[in-house]
């Protein structure tokens, strides 16, 4: 059964850093492209970045360009997101999700399969 599990999240200072773990059962990361999404209160689910695993190809969106990384451990079938120099704007759940191949934009209603959100807050 396909899943994705994620785990990290939680409170932190602006300015500080975070990583979320998105584990994927069931599914060969070399197929599929996984992405990561927010919903800020209020506001429609926005792409923040993605990872095609097969050959590394890496997008982000403006707002997180420079202070976002992903990355992927095949072995632990496992993508992460590294947020660094966090913002009060960041404050959202955040899903990872995946999708078969390479996506054509960074957006929700491309990706088939999704984690269970987890809710990151930046705040003093």
């Known amino acids: 059964q396909l899943q994705l599990v994620q785990s990290g999240g939680g409170l932190v200072q602006p300015g500080g850093s975070l990583r979320l773990s998105c584990v994927a059962f069931?599914?060969?990361?070399?197929?599929?492209?996984i992405g990561w999404f927010r919903r800020a209160s209020g506001n429609e689910r926005e792409g923040v970045s993605c990872?095609?695993?097969?050959?590394?190809?890496?997008d982000y969106a403006d707002s997180v360009k420079g202070r976002f990384t992903i990355s992927a451990d095949h072995a632990k079938s496992t993508v992460y997101l590294q947020m660094k120099t966090l913002k009060s704007e960041d404050t959202a759940v955040y899903y990872c999700?995946?999708?078969?191949?390479?996506?054509?934009?960074?957006?929700?209603?491309?990706?088939?399969?999704w984690g269970q959100g987890t809710q990151v807050t930046v705040s003093s």
């Open positions: 999700a995946a999708a078969l191949g390479k996506p054509a934009e960074l957006v929700a209603n491309e990706y088939d399969y």
């Open positions: 990872i095609s695993t097969s050959d590394g190809m890496t």
């Open positions: 069931g599914l060969n990361l070399d197929y599929y492209t």
